[in-house]
Every structure is written in structure tokens, then in C-alpha cells.
């Protein structure tokens, strides 16, 4: 499981479907493409994009919380991010 903070009003950068709606690229949706996309292949190969997809987003993943992410997509399991709003 990872954890990430996130200030109140940059929950948009995370949430697809957040209120605020003002940022162009949520984290949650690129994830969400990713692994509907990428089931199967290596996790090697998921973290540069997820990696461009956090960067894109502004949101700070730690490598190993993004390889977590990977091997989760590459092998469909479920991933449970804690979230803190701050």
C-alpha cells in the first residue's frame, strides 16, 4: 500500500472525478488507463509511464511506491493508495 499527501486544493491532480476539476491530468485517470492497457507486461515498463503520468499530475510518488503501483498493473491486482489531505 502506498501513501501520498495531498494539499486540499490539489485533490483535482489525484481525482478524476474531484470537484475542483481544474487540473487536465489526474493521476487516478492515467492509473486507471494503465492498467486496463498494460495488464501483463513487465513492471519495468510501468513505472517510466506512471512515473511521466505523477510528473504530469504534480503529485510526488516515491520510486518505490510507483514500482508497487507497476507490479500491481502488470499482474491486476488491486492497489490501495492511502491518501492524507492536508
Partial sequence: ???????RQHLDRLLADSSGASYGAPYQRAFAELARTHRGR??????PLLRRA?????????????????????????????????
Avoid at 500491481?72 to 492511502?82: E, P, T, W
Fill in 42 to 47: 513487465p513492471a519495468a515498463e510501468i513505472v
Fill in 1 to 7: 500500500m502506498g501513501e501520498i499527501s495531498v494539499g
Fill in 54 to 86: 505523477a510528473d504530469q499530475a504534480l503529485l510526488e510518488f516515491t520510486h518505490a511506491d510507483l514500482v508497487e503501483q507497476a507490479e500491481a498493473i502488470s499482474v491486476g491486482a488491486r492497489y490501495v493508495l492511502r491518501v492524507t489531505v492536508t
